[in-house]
T-cell receptor
């Protein structure tokens, strides 16, 4: 299975953008890039996903490199509530195990007031 | 809308006792997942069900662990006998899955289990 690599932690100031990188150099053509986040004392929460094109929703934007070997989750204006661990996960819906999410270590985001 | 509901939120019990964790998925969802989170191993998938049928239990650590889904609105994860190394936060998640779908998984708030 293709793996992802993320920095262990990042710091940001409140109201500033946060760019969270994820490397996935062995990504396959049918792997989707999913992002989840886990707030303290809560279960993970879906953020966004994409295949090739950049994606936007109310929570964040996902920028995917042209060769798909990396991607960046963008939080446009960080708030204290965005302090969480962010997980980048590859998921192939066409595989028999496509429902499974394999969580790595994620990136712990600290937002400073 | 009600999310995934897990009970109990916290469980403290002695080694050797039977532990039963419960999960009510979101109504209408057809897939249910049990995860375990520890500091050492992070978040791991234990087992998942599709239409109440166990599809993949390769993550279940050993025979002391068992999971059931008797109907679409209820699942249990049982540990018997429990051991201190089973101490962790156990999450249940559900989703609406179809062929080749990318539906997000919705997680409960977890059960924090401590085995003394």
């Amino acid at each position: 299975d293709a793996k992802t690599t993320q920095p262990n932690s990042m710091e940001s100031n409140e109201e500033e953008p946060v760019h969270l990188p994820c490397n996935h150099s062995t990504i396959s053509g049918t792997d989707y890039i999913h992002w989840y986040r886990q707030l303290p004392s809560q279960g993970p929460e879906y953020v966004i996903h994409g295949l090739t094109s950049n994606v936007n929703n109310r929570m964040a934007s996902l920028a995917i490199a042209e060769d798909r070997k990396s991607s960046t989750l963008i939080l446009h204006r960080a708030t204290l509530r965005d302090a969480a661990v962010y997980y980048c996960i590859l998921r192939d819906p066409y595989k028999a195990a496509g429902n499974k999410l394999t969580f790595g270590g994620g990136t712990r985001v600290l937002v400073k007031p | 809308d009600a999310g995934v509901i897990q009970s109990p939120r916290h469980e403290v019990t002695e080694m050797g006792q039977e532990v039963t964790l419960r999960c009510k998925p979101i109504s209408g969802h057809n897939s249910l997942f049990w995860y375990r989170q520890t500091m050492m191993r992070g978040l791991e998938l234990l087992i998942y069900f599709n239409n109440n049928v166990p599809i993949d239990d390769s993550g279940m650590p050993e025979d002391r662990f068992s999971a059931k889904m008797p109907n679409a609105s209820f699942s249990t994860l049982k540990i018997q006998p429990s051991e201190p190394r089973d101490s962790a936060v156990y999450f249940c998640a559900s989703s609406l899955e179809g062929a080749s779908s990318n539906q997000p998984q919705h997680f409960g708030d977890g059960t924090r289990l401590s085995i003394l």
